[in-house]
């Protein structure tokens, strides 16, 4: 069975910083793309940041400048590094990844769980 776990989420006040990390376990084959999603109340998930396995990465417009993806391959890791944030960026973030288990033949796609970030003005 494959997880993601999330962690690092918090309240922080504008300008600051915080460091997502979304953790993959389990009887994992191999990983592709990992990313982050955030979902604000009311709103549609967006994609923030994806990253794939040899470390290419997009960005989302809004957090071009601020956030940087990064991931530990060794230990099927991925980060998400928050900084100058905004009331705007509060939202619950979620990883992805898309992962072939053992076993299997096919790459299927698992979300974490969704940790909270929220920034106060």
């Known amino acids: 069975q494959v997880r993601l776990v999330e962690s690092g989420g918090g309240l922080v006040q504008a300008g600051g910083s915080l460091r997502l990390s979304c953790a993959a376990s389990g009887t994992i084959s191999s990983i592709s793309d990992m990313g982050w999603y955030r979902q604000a109340p009311g709103k549609q998930r967006e994609l923030v940041a994806v990253i794939s396995s040899g470390g290419s990465t997009n960005t989302a417009d809004s957090a071009k400048g601020r956030f940087t993806i990064s991931r530990d391959n060794a230990n099927n890791t991925v980060f998400l590094q928050m900084n100058n944030l905004k009331p705007e960026d509060t939202a619950v973030y979620y990883c992805?990844?898309?992962?072939?288990?053992?076993?299997?033949?096919?790459?299927?796609?698992?979300w974490g769980q969704g940790t909270q970030v929220t920034v106060s003005s």
């Open positions: 992805k990844a898309r992962i072939q288990p053992r076993s299997y033949s096919v790459i299927l796609a698992y």
